[in-house]
């Protein structure tokens, strides 16, 4: 079965760096797209993020553009999200998220907080 499971967050202070990181097993996973989304406190869920197959192209939402980066490693099966000039608007419960077949996946997510 489809498993997706987030690491690497936890506690930053403004102005600093995480990488998350996620390990998918149960599909074909150089054969996807995959993406991270963001739950923050009183918000709804936010997409952040989209690497396409062969990481052809990446996409992110507005305002982590420049801060973020997303990558992959098909032969690990591995999802990554590099985090910098992080802000407290960042602090949020980060998944990734695919697509397989008719149905979306996401696994426990990691928290991020983004506090002095």
């Known amino acids: 079965q489809v498993q997706l499971v987030e690491s690497g967050g936890g506690l930053v202070q403004p102005g600093g760096s995480l990488r998350l990181s996620c390990a998918a097993s149960g599909f074909t996973f150089s054969n996807v797209a995959l993406s991270w989304l963001r739950q923050s406190p009183g918000k709804g869920l936010e997409w952040i993020s989209e690497?396409?197959?062969?990481?052809?192209?990446?996409y992110y939402t507005a305002s982590v553009k420049g801060r973020f980066t997303i990558s992959r490693d098909d032969a690990k099966s591995m999802l990554y999200l590099q985090m910098s000039s992080l802000k407290s608007e960042d602090t949020g419960v980060y998944y990734c998220n695919v697509l397989v077949g008719w149905n979306y996946y996401w696994g426990q997510g990691t928290q991020v907080t983004v506090s002095s």
């Open positions: 690497i396409l197959t062969g990481s052809a192209s990446t």
